[in-house]
């Protein structure tokens, strides 16, 4: 059994969860919803980070009263992790997040993508316990999303592909296909 946050770890659970806080970044988004609806029936408490709810990545002035009293951060920069000024603004968020006192940082990466290696370094930096989530690829079961009425009304998606692999049928350059088979 090891200690972290001052909690002792039993089977890779901790006892008092319902006392530690996780602020969520993105708790609304494809990620951090899961994320959040996890650590929730793991009975931790979540704090969601949005720009509604007053946190904002652009303005560090929002940071401090979202990471306050917080023992974790999962972090999902806005657009790319590998975009242009996201290692010094995820940086600045890290070092702000352990002078208050938050432990654990996770950021959302991207496999490999090379230009995501300067905020991973950035975060790295920041001197907290950090995990780095490399993902590639995400799954899309068109369950949820913005495509989700478009399959309920007319049961299939309309991509200007052509007729190339896969397509079933074509109308001006547009395939109409619900399935590639090649």
Known sequence: MG????????????????????VVTGASGRTGSRV???????????RGASRAGGFDWQDPSTWADVLRRA????????????????AGTVGRLAHEAVALGVRRLVLLSARGEEQARPTEEALRASGADRTVVRAAWFAQNFSEGPLVEELRMGGELVFPAGTGCGSRSSTCGTSR???WPC
């Open 36 to 46: 959040a609806r996890a650590a929730r029936e793991a009975g931790l408490t979540v």
């Open 3 to 22: 200690r972290r946050c001052g909690r002792r770890f039993t089977g890779g659970m901790t006892e008092n969860t319902q006392q530690m806080t996780v």
């Open 71 to 86: 023992d974790a951060a999962y972090l999902v920069y806005p657009s790319d992790v590998g975009a242009p000024g996201a």
């Open 177 to 179: 296909t619900s399935w």
